[in-house]
């Protein structure tokens, strides 16, 4: 069982205002260079210098939240007693949300408040940073430095994994960066120990607050990882998973960080809590190197081997036991079906699936020994090629929203840099292009295709061959927007918001910049252009419209209660009126949703709605169209506002438009989603992994088809059931 230092309704307090953060490096640790797979996002630093000491200590802490007032305070006065009581640190890390929402100037507070520390402090993404104006980590990349990095210091290895994806709070270890952890992990002598540190806790069976629990697992089975360090839950707990040790540090806002002592192959971890009266110091963690690397190494998984067999109604797991444990099943996160202490041998193990819906689902056996909780899992199916078309996986996760070229051509993007054309019906690849950093989603025009990357860059392809037209460097800060294309006088040009604020238009024939607006805030939508006007959200809680000709700013309404409810999706435009929302406020009265007048921005109507409302779309029948984030589909009328109908589903983590009718797709988390028309709905699992990206449904002759996208690098065509 954990053990927590803290009440755990911290935790569940601190879930609902957001999840995970990013960290942060400073001080006289210099800015690796960029890799050449994407900007500071993998990176190998050596040995520190200093890092043939095997006595020494590090500062492991998350969650400043800067930018936020008390946290400003509290993290000030953590890190003035480090200064004051800790004298043998080597180095800090701090991991995750260390800004509040990923601005810039939250960044430049943390440094100002850690420039006088003697040793340098790095860090890593967290989901106050991925979340709001920093989705792809591009600031954090030009302010702090890599993503994803690996160190020596003393006897040990450290890791620092990135577990964000780009405007979500739930986490995730893409695939890329599983590959470059293991290509790393391989490297080490087998007698090196290893220590990884992650924003979102892994392997914490109390909350999923990431889908990539299994195929960590998996690694820690393979590898001498020791220790496993997480942050987010501003809480000091220790649990064991794969007879590695575990510990969630306290957060700097609360005035709280751990200090971890290192001798040889063991350390110690202790949690320090600050106040205006003291200081409290305490043990919570003890890792022993004692039997590493031989027949009684605590790490050695009792489940030698699984395998398992399914049908509509049962699953069938074949496992080895290479000594006695205390056995459950769990099939996709739900509650463990115990079968008690079963002795070493073969075992055949049946659960009745009957409940579960069609589709891929995930069974993980859970064995429990003295040295703790081991974990096997497996993918099984219950008849998922009743509607699955066809499956292939792209070795990462798709990023940004897919970009439709017809009815059976789309553009998909990976977080490894890869933008490609795919046939929907085969899946056939019929070009790819290697951009070199994740795109935020593209806009096709003509036979060119436009996007914009997290390196800051705006590339244009020939969207026959897929080679590249031109391609110009427009801003550090990364340009996590969808491009539009608006005409002007003399031809087309592309505008495109970036996440320092700036709105740009570039001719589209040459890429030479021909205005650009200023925002004070991220724009990480795509501007709605109609009538010769360009309108968007901003994370200042500004909703902006400008001339697309001149860049000239035309009216702008504050609609934000605050930062965290900014109007940051795309609007959309029907009939002369600009429809937009604020997303996720269930404060003062619910979720702004207003119309205004394009041309002079004045109000048509406006109103509170009790749901969260995503991004706005209209459907066919000229209705208002919004997901909410519980799952509801919900219709108005675009003259006045008034509901017309809903549409009930599950929660979702698609923000954009869930189709334009009659068919229907809602859901996401961990792969299930719901087909729904006025006449019936159907739940389908897609896989055990988040979906965080908005599926594309598409009319094709063989009928209605929807293109989904996993978390692990899945692509599935799926039937729309009848």
């Known amino acids: 069982m954990p053990t927590c230092l803290y009440p755990l309704r911290r935790i569940l307090r601190i879930l609902a205002l957001s999840f995970l953060g990013l960290a942060l490096m400073m001080g006289t640790f210099s800015t690796p260079a960029v890799s050449a797979a994407e900007p500071s996002t993998y990176k190998s630093l050596g040995t520190l210098h200093g890092g043939v000491r095997s006595r020494f200590s590090f500062v492991f802490a ?81 302010e702090v430095g890599p993503r994803n990095y690996s160190f020596d210091y003393g006897s040990w290895h450290f890791v620092v994994l990135d577990s ?109 809590k600050v106040s205006d009266e003291g200081r409290e110091r305490q043990k919570v963690l003890e890792v022993s190197s004692r039997y590493w690397n031989t027949k009684k190494d605590p790490k050695l998984n009792p489940i030698s081997s699984l395998s398992v067999t399914s049908d509509t109604s049962s699953l069938v797991c074949n496992l080895s036991l290479s000594e006695e444990a205390e056995i459950s099943l769990q099939i996709n996160g739900g509650s463990y079906v115990p079968f008690g202490t079963l002795e070493k041998g073969n075992h055949s193990l049946t659960l009745d699936i009957s409940g579960q819906a069609l589709g891929f689902h995930r069974v993980r056996v859970k064995a429990v020994t003295a040295n703790g909780p081991f974990y096997a899992a497996r993918e099984f199916g219950k008849n998922p090629n009743d509607l699955v078309e066809w499956r292939q996986n792209l070795g990462s996760a798709v990023v940004g ?77 990364g340009l996590s927007a969808l491009p539009s294309v608006a ?96 997303p996720y406020d269930t404060h003062s009265g619910g979720t702004l949703l207003a119309a205004y007048d394009l041309r002079s921005g004045e109000v048509v109507w406006s109103t509170r709605w009790h749901a969260t409302l995503l991004a706005p779309s209209t459907s066919r029948e000229g209705e208002l169209t919004i997901p909410g984030a519980n799952g509801s589909i919900y219709a108005f009328s675009p003259d006045d506002g008034t509901p017309l109908w809903r549409m009930d ?66 692509l599935t065509l799926v039937k729309f059931p009848s």
């Open 649 to 714: 589903a599950g929660s979702t983590l698609f923000l954009a438009p869930p189709g334009p009718g009659p068919q229907y797709v809602s859901g996401g988390y961990r792969g299930v989603v719901t087909f729904l028309t006025h006449e019936a709905q159907m739940d389908f699992k897609v896989s055990d992994t988040s979906l965080f990206v908005s599926p594309l449904i598409t009319r094709l002759p063989s009928g209605v088809k929807v293109l989904f996208a996993d978390s692990r690098g899945n």
């Open 62 to 142: 998350s969650d400043s939240h800067l930018g936020y007032g008390p946290a400003n305070r509290n993290t000030e006065l953590a890190l003035n007693d480090i200064a004051a009581n800790e004298k043998n640190v080597a180095f800090g890390l701090v991991v995750g949300d260390i800004t509040e929402t990923g601005a810039r100037e939250e960044y430049e507070l943390f440094r100002n408040l850690t420039k006088d520390l003697t040793f340098p402090v790095m860090g890593a993404m967290g989901n106050h940073e991925s979340k709001w104006q920093d989705p792809q980590g591009s600031l954090l990349a030009s």
């Open 164 to 272: 964000t994806y780009p405007g979500q709070t739930i986490g995730t270890l893409e695939p890329e960066t599983l590959k470059w952890l293991e290509a790393d992990l391989i490297s080490l002598p087998k007698t090196r120990p290893v220590a990884i540190f992650a924003h979102h806790p892994l392997l914490y069976e109390p909350s999923r607050f990431q889908d990539s629990d299994d195929v960590f697992a998996d690694l820690l089975d393979k590898f001498p990882i020791r220790a496993v360090f997480n942050a987010h839950g501003h809480s000091f707990i220790t649990w064991k998973g794969q007879g590695t040790d575990f510990l969630m540090t306290g957060a700097l806002m609360d005035a709280a960080y751990t200090v971890v002592e290192v001798s040889g192959q063991s350390l110690t971890a202790y949690s320090v």
């Open 487 to 582: 005409s002007v006088p003399g031809g087309r040009s592309v505008i495109i918001g970036s996440s320092s604020g700036t709105l740009y238009s570039l001719s589209s024939v040459t890429g030479k910049k021909n205005w650009e607006y200023k925002a004070t805030g991220a724009i990480v939508c795509a501007p709605k252009i109609s009538d010769g006007r360009a309108v968007f959200g901003a994370w200042d809680g500004y909703l902006y419209c400008v001339d697309v000709e001149s860049g000239t700013g035309l009216w702008s309404h504050k609609l934000g209660r605050q930062v965290y409810y900014a109007p940051y999706l795309s609007p959309t435009i029907y009939d002369g009126k600009v429809f937009t929302t604020t």
């Open 401 to 477: 929203e897919f970009v439709p070229r017809s009815t059976n051509q789309v553009i998909v993007g990976t977080r490894d840099g890869k933008v490609r054309l795919l046939d929907i019906a085969t899946g056939k690849i019929s070009w790819e292009y290697a951009a070199g950093s994740p795109w935020g989603g593209g806009v096709i025009d003509g036979d060119r295709l436009y996007f914009g990357t997290a390196k800051g860059e705006v590339i244009c392809l020939d969207l026959v061959r897929g080679t590249g037209i031109w391609r110009v460097s427009l801003d550090q800060a």
